[in-house]
């Protein structure tokens, strides 16, 4: 999803993730009517029913990586032994397996990133939303982020929409694009 | 979210903050400290008032006093001019004859008359003025008096007599049984009667010969009883007690008040009050409205009791309205503490609802960080309460004992307190947690995770 600023792409994936609601119309996501959810309804689906991650990674800076990962499963009212297994298995499959015990400031952009992927997903949602995720990474930083949502969309079947601004990345990874303008879809594109 | 997290969360956010969650919490500490303290002392009074009423058997107790004696309006300053000469009728003298009326009721154990003679006590060489009360031998074994060594009147006719371990001080004597075996000279003064009269009251005023006589009697102690270290209108209240037949040969000054003077010379002299022993509380009420109904004053100590009663009840409230203003002060900082975590941990609460937080988990959160506050100011609240009322109470106790009374406690710490402290204190941390509980749950998310 791409767009100049103000065009509303971080408006559309918060109304997509359930951190906002419409002043009007219907969001439909699989069979669920998240427009019509009450504030309960949408805390339980933001929990397990779609994964966000952010352009500033947004972890909690006072806990490990492990621990961010597992907050997710702290709301699921999961057991703390339980729920550190799911939270390793998490950052072994986002390759950070060695960093658990770190905290987000004694961790790389790139590493900080993959932690907050490794949370997205740690409740196994089918639906990642992206906002700029790539946006404060290095270039090589971020095609090696964008490489691992392409993997994970290709080996789990995991649906990714992600906003960007480097179309070219965009071109390279993704299979469908949509250009937003003012609040609108100007264009629509299937490219693979 | 489990309960467990929920704790460990608080836990750790608090820990985070160490020096204001221990501020806010000393606030807390603070307000319950005097809380606790101020309540401990208004049932450590309550107690011991209750406790000595119990011990002395005092609930069915009542005292007599003679019809005009007494007598509110007489000491009206309004009325003044009524107060120049008693009227009292006749049936109202408290004689030998009432006194016997008066066992003779139903419920009655003993009546005994109230005698105070004013003397002097010499031990060693050493005078004392004292007032000494005259009581029955019955009554000097009952539970009115209650010894720390030796025992009771053998009969109304033994040359003996109790003292009060407060004498042991004047006397430089340590252990009360040290008393025991002394031989007391009481020194009454008596009134010669028979000087009534214009010419002996003319030798009187012109200081020529005082109407007055004295009269040594030497007594054994035989028994020495714990001081009072409740003060009131007690059937047995003086320092030194004698048995009423040795009081009866006594040459005495047979009056307390000048009216008896008056009165004596009418020939109407009776005693001055009446202490009357029931055989139970129930009896209370009717011998009371049986005795005034022949024209005395009666006095019941239960009813004393009711008013101290009431007057504890009013002091505790006054106390704990004082600890009160400490716990308000006190929340407002836990508000304060609150709202300013709320604000640094804007992000937080963001993150927390994208990942799937529901506002009454947030809510939640903070609740548990704000009854936590609670818990530890209460902890430390009942301790130093507990700690300040100790030292209080030995201080008071220090100085107190140097004036000859007794150790008292002055605080009470019972239970309900404990816990009730502890209670009300993560009660009231919770009450302050409201407003910034909802306030956290009410952050959009979407807000907050835009905040960089």
Redesign the interface.
Known sequence: MTGASGSGKSTLL?LL?G??TPSSGTIEIETRRISEMS??EL??Y???GVG?I?Q?F???P?FSALENVA??L????M??KERRARAREGLTRVGLEARAAHRPSELSGGEQQRVAIA??LV?RPRLLLADEPTGNLDSRTSREIVTLLAELNRTQGLTVIMVTHEESLAREFAARGVRLSDGRVESEETWR | MRIRDHVELAVANLWKRKLRTLLTAFGVTIGIGALVSMVSFGKGMQKNVTESFQSLDLFNSLTVFSGDFMAGDRFDPDQRSAVTAPTGDARSVLDDAALAKIARLKGVDTVFPEVRIPAVVRLNGRDEFRLVQAIPAGVSVSPMLKFSAGRGFASDEENSLIVTDSLLRLFDLREPRDLLGKKLIISSIGFDFSRLNPAGIAEALSGERLPFETEDTELTVVGVTESQAFAGPLPIQSDVFIPSGVAGRMKKLPFSNVWDIFRAGEGRLGYSALNVRLKSPAFVEPVKKEVSGMGYRVFALVDQFQQVRKGFLIMNMILTAVGMIAIVVASLGIVNTMVMSILERYAEIGIMKAVGASDRDVRRIFFFESSLIGLLGGVFGFALGWVVSGIINGVVNYFLSRQGVPFIRYFNFPAWLVLGAIAFSVAVSLAAGVYPAMRAARVDPVRALRHD
């Not at chain 1, 702290?74 to 009212?77: D, L, R, T, Y």
């Open positions: 918060n993730g951190l906002d504030r309960e805390a339980l933001r929990r397990s966000m952010f500033s947004n972890l909690i006072g907050l997710p702290v709301f699921a009212g057991a703390k949370r997205a409740n």
